[in-house]
C-alpha cells in the first residue's frame, strides 16, 4: 500500500487500517508525523489536563481482566469519603488543572448515587463552577446518568472495552450484568442525557487480532464517539485472564500498537479529544508522551490521595503509586513540554468534535454552561 495516498484519505476500511497498524519503519513514521501534524493544526498543540481521582475500589463487577474485580479477595478496598474527594478537587482547582475525572469501581446502590450526585454538585459549588467533571464510573440506569448530569457533570467515560462481542464475552463473565448490548445501550443513553460521551478499548488482549482492532477504530466513527481513552492491556495475577498470558505479545509491542491507535484515531476522528492513558506509562515512563508527540490532547495525572492510590491497582505494575501530586504534576509540565506541547491551564479542555456538533444541530443542545445547575433533592450527609 503506498502511504502518501492512504494517508491523503478522509476514511478508511478495515484493510487499510490493518495494514496501518501494522506498519513499521518510514511509513509508521510517516502515520506518526501525520497524526501529529493534523492535531496541531486542527487543534494545536495544546493539551488539557484532567485531574483523575480515583474514588473507590469497591465493585459490584467481575470483569477477567481486572485487578479490582469482586472477586479478587487479595485487593485491599477503601472509599475515598467526601471531605477527601472535596479535597483533592480543590486541590484541581487551585492548581488550576481547569477539570477533573472521578473515577471508580462500579456501584449502583442509592447511598452511591446519591453521594456521587452530592459530590459533583458540592465541586461545582466549591469551585465556582469553574472545575470540569468527567465522570467514569460504570454502567448506571438512565435515572442515575441524568440526576449526575443535572448535578453538573457534563462528560462521561464508559470504555466498550471490545467492540467485538465474541471477544467481549471472553473477557468478561458470561453473568446479566456483564452484557455487551447493555453497555451499548449505556453509551446512547449517556449522549441522550447531554453527555461528551467517551469510550474506548484495551490493546493487546488475549485473542484479540488487528483486524479487532481496526473494527474498534471504526467503532468510534460509526458511534460517532466525542472522546476515547485507550490503553494496553496490562496482566493482573490475581484475574482469571492471567492464565493466558502466554498468548500475549510483547509489552514493547503493545504500547506500538496502542501508539499506533492514537495515530490512526486522531486521523479518522480529527477533532475528539484522545487520552495519553497511564496504561502506557505502566509500560515505559515517558509512554503518555510517547501518544502526546504523535496526536493525543488529553492527560490525566493522578491526584488521588497518596495513601489510597496504591489500592487502585487495575493492573500490576502501575505507575506514580509513590508519588505525590505535587512531585507529579511539576514533572509533568516539563515532560510535556518536551514533546513539543504546551498545557492549557483553567481550561475544560470540552471535545471540539462535540462542540462542532452541537453548534451545528438543530434545535442547539443546552450549553452546561450556562445551564443552571438544581441541587440534589436528597444530599448526602
Ligand atoms: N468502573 C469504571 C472504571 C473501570 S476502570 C467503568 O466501568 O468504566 C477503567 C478502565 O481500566 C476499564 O474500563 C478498563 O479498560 C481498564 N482496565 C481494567 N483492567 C485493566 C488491565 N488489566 N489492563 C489495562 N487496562 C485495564
Redesign the pocket.
Known sequence: MNIESLLKQKTFSREELVYLLSCQGEDEQKLFAYSKHLRDRLLSNNIHLRGLIEISNL?I?D?L????RKSNKQAKRYALDEAEILKAASYASQNRYGSIVL????RNDPDFVREIESIVYQIKKQSGQKLGITL????QSEDTYRRWFDAGAHRY???I?TSNEQLYQQIHPHTQNHSFSTRLKCLQTLRKCGYQTGT???IGLPFQTLQNLADDLLFFKQTDIDMVGM??????RE?PLWSFRNRLIPLKERLNLSLHMVSCLRILMPYINIAATT?LQAIEPLGREKALAIGANIIMPNITPAVQKTKYQ??ENKPDTDESAEAATLQLIESVRNCGCEIQWDNWGDSRHFRNKTLTASPPMTSKAQKPLKSPESPAK
Open positions: 465493585c463487577k470483569c481482566y481486572c485487578g479490582i473515577q471508580g469501581g462500579e467514569s464510573l460504570g454502567e467515560l464508559l470504555r472495552e474506548g478499548v484495551m490503553g494496553p492491556y496490562l496482566e493482573h484475574t496504561a487495575l493492573y
